[in-house]
Nanobody, 130 residues
Framework: VQLQASGGGLVQPGGSLRLSCAAS????????IGWFRQTPENEREGVSC????????KYADSVKGRFTVSKDNGDNTVYLQMNGLKPEDTAVYYC????????????????????????WGQGTQVTVSS
């Protein structure tokens, strides 16, 4: 099981980026993927998640209305479209696989609680600065 995040970069405030999380070694069809971010000063925090079985999503309050998570089961990839970026969005962004069973995911929806995740991918740096 491997996850690889990519697509980060330097962008001006108000700009956009699309992050990708490519999965290998398993299928996204019956899983949930979460996006997280971390700065040197702060603990890792949950940003968004998506359940592949029904496409349901969740977002942290800080990114609601600006970020959109989506999936392409054919490409086995999850995307995070980030619009209206702010300097406080600067962080290393990670994707990870929800380790809970499918029944839990279906019952409660996807999660952005770090404790529910494993198989962390290598992060991608997002820097928002003028």
């Amino acid at each position: 099981v491997q996850l690889q995040a990519s697509g980060g970069g330097l962008v001006q405030p108000g700009g956009s980026l699309r992050l990708s999380c490519a999965a290998s070694g398993f299928t996204l069809d019956y899983s949930a993927i979460g996006w997280f971010r971390q700065t040197p000063e702060n603990e890792r925090e949950g940003v968004s998640c998506i359940s592949s079985h029904d496409g349901s999503t969740k977002y942290a309050d800080s990114v609601k209305g600006r970020f959109t998570v989506s999936k392409d089961n054919g490409d086995n990839t999850v995307y995070l479209q980030m619009n209206g970026l702010k300097p406080e969005d600067t962080a290393v962004y990670y994707c990870a696989l929800d380790q809970r069973g499918l029944f839990s995911i279906i019952s409660t929806g996807c999660s952005i609680q770090i404790a529910d995740f494993g198989s962390w991918g290598q992060g991608t740096q997002v820097t928002v600065s003028s």
